[in-house]
């Protein structure tokens, strides 16, 4: 039985997260961070969720690949990448069988529990999903890697632009 993400877009009651479940998996998310800590970058992008969504880890995993990928030519000592948003909310399923020897539709426990099968984040409106710091002659960059990240996302997103002010060093008086 093939598993749609689209079962699990939408926000349903309570949710059940990964600290209280027995054999739940552990999130697609290879790195959280990529990139180099500097604090000399000029800009600071912001994938922003339009929707109130749930995004299942493997959207997320996609989503930084997909900007990594594109972010990465800039060379790795120049960008800063960070998915912010943590999937935590264990997601179930409840097996049905689907075979050719099942001519009649199983019917099975009405609400049944479910056996562990994923992990989601929940966000909301105006949730930021992924930050990347870059300096400006590698703006344009920053804003492809954006664009590709949110085409991996089971949402609508806009980017925010933030440019990023240096602290002046003190002149040494005389």
Do not use: C
Request: charged share 25%; hydrophobic share 40%; proline share 5%.
């Amino acid at each position: 039985m093939k598993i749609h993400g689209s079962n699990y877009r939408q926000q349903k009651g309570q949710f059940y997260s990964k600290k209280f479940a027995p054999g739940a998996p552990n999130p697609k998310v290879a790195r959280f961070t990529t990139g180099k800590s500097r604090q000399d970058y000029d800009y600071l992008f912001r994938l922003v969720s339009d929707g109130k969504v749930q995004i299942r880890h493997n959207a997320l995993e996609a989503a930084r690949v997909a900007a990594s990928k594109k972010v990465v030519l800039v060379g790795e000592e120049n960008f800063l990448l960070k998915v912010v948003t943590y999937p935590h909310l264990v997601l179930r399923e409840n097996k049905m069988i689907a075979t050719a020897g099942a001519d009649r539709l199983q019917e099975g426990m009405r609400k049944a529990f479910g056996k562990p099968i994923g992990l989601a984040a929940r966000v909301g409106i105006g949730s930021v999903v992924l930050e990347l710091s870059v300096k400006a002659e590698n703006f344009e960059k920053g804003k492809q890697a954006m664009w590709a990240a949110a085409t991996k996302l089971p949402m609508k997103t806009h980017t925010e632009i933030v440019k990023l002010e240096h602290p002046v060093a003190p002149t040494p008086q005389s």
